[in-house]
């Protein structure tokens, strides 16, 4: 949630024409979302560039509510990184979700949380299958595998925190978009850069 009245997503989330479902704010028990609140969707928006199912660049939309989103408690609208932010290879940041808890794992039912590390640009670009992912994208992971957003994790956030002198601010960084399998040797996670769409999500 980055306002009172809009959330963002991936693109591969949000569907081109229906406008339905909703958005639960401050659930952590996906079987059981009576803790949270619940919202009617007014509107959704996806990347016009947004190219499923060839390469996934641009991978974000953007969905609105018809009420404006209670703050309280956990619920709180994340930061957005400035343009020029930018964290460095091997910073830990954190993504979250209800995806896979294993390539061949299952969902949980709790909302999970795990460290990743934000790779260089090339070291990326230099892995097999990872030669098209463009600035637009952040990999983070590690070379040698072990932990990673998983199937089911898509759309959910990646989360840096900022240095002094902004110590304590959480900032959005990436947008959980894609990889090969999960948690693999050399197949690190895909993330939209937030940053590069700063533009568009102001418009
Ligand atoms: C997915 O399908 C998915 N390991 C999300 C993240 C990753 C792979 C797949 C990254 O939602």
Not at 44 to 51: A, C, E, L, V
Not at 52 to 72: A, C, E, Q, T, Y
Not at 78 to 98: D, I, N, R, S
Not at 161 to 190: D, F, K, M, Q
């Amino acid at each position: 949630m980055i306002s009172n009245y809009w959330v963002i997503t991936a693109a591969h989330c949000t569907p081109t024409s229906l406008e339905r479902g909703h958005i639960f704010a401050g659930g952590h028990i996906l079987r059981d979302m009576r803790e949270a609140d619940t919202y009617i969707i007014n509107s959704m928006y996806r990347h016009p560039k947004w190219n499923h199912p060839d390469l996934f660049d641009n991978d974000i939309g953007l969905v609105s509510v018809k009420k404006s989103i209670i703050m309280r408690g956990s619920v709180l609208p994340v930061c957005l990184p400035h343009a020029k932010t930018c964290f460095k290879e091997q910073t830990q940041c954190v993504t979250t979700g209800w995806g896979l808890t294993s390539e061949r794992g299952e969902f949980p039912d709790k909302l999970q949380e795990v460290a990743v590390e934000i790779f260089k640009k090339d070291d990326c670009t230099n892995l097999a299958g990872y030669g098209h992912v463009k600035d637009t994208a952040i990999c983070a992971g590690y070379h040698d595998g072990r932990k990673d957003a998983c199937s089911g994790d898509s759309g959910g956030p990646l989360v840096c925190r900022l240095e002094a002198p902004y110590t304590g601010a959480w900032v959005l960084y990436g947008i959980v978009s894609w990889g090969y399998g999960c948690a693999r040797p050399g197949n690190p996670g895909v993330y939209t850069s937030v940053k590069s769409y700063s533009d568009w999500i102001e418009k």
